[in-house]
């Protein structure tokens, strides 16, 4: 509960610091605790910008490091096959990391319980929203998206139990 809570308050100060700075709530996302923290009046765009074309996390025993634009594409090719940042991403709320903090997989598009079968060990399920007739293909699945839905939903609870990646994404459609 207290991650709910969290969660909220953060959404709450981005809101508030987007108002008063009138800069984008989803580039106020892409900065890190420490630069929001400084002046209202100083956020560097070029940081902005270099991480909507790409931010990779290396985490190393004792150091995380972010690796943005170009060079954070030079990391995410060879480990996720991402040549091209845009069309590849698919922007929502993650409401599970699963075990592993990524998934990556076919993605099969399911929209009616007939479909379930359809999945296969390891692909993505992506669909308008999950019921209990879907656990079978959550089962299998290596991650799971969603259009409808949100923290609380089915395939967030589920999937939290099953341990499994579900990203919820308010209008399932290309950028």
Known sequence: MDNFRADYYLELFVLEFARRTKKEISDLKLLLPDELSGSLDFIN??????????????????????????????????????????????????????????????????????????????????????????????????GIITDSGGMLCHAAIISREFKKPVLWVHKLQPR
């Open 45 to 142: 765009e070029e940081t902005i910008l270099a991480r909507k074309k790409c931010l990779v996390f290396a985490i190393k025993a004792n150091n995380i490091e972010n690796i943005t634009g170009s060079n954070g594409l030079v990391v995410a090719d060879p480990l996720f096959g991402v040549k091209d940042i845009e069309k590849n991403t698919i922007h929502g709320i993650l409401a599970s990391v699963g075990e592993n903090n990524y998934f990556r997989g076919t993605a099969k598009v399911v929209l009616t319980v007939g479909e379930v079968k359809k999945i296969e060990e390891g692909d993505i399920l992506v669909t308008t929203m999950t019921s209990p007739d879907f656990v079978q293909g959550m089962k299998k699945a290596g």
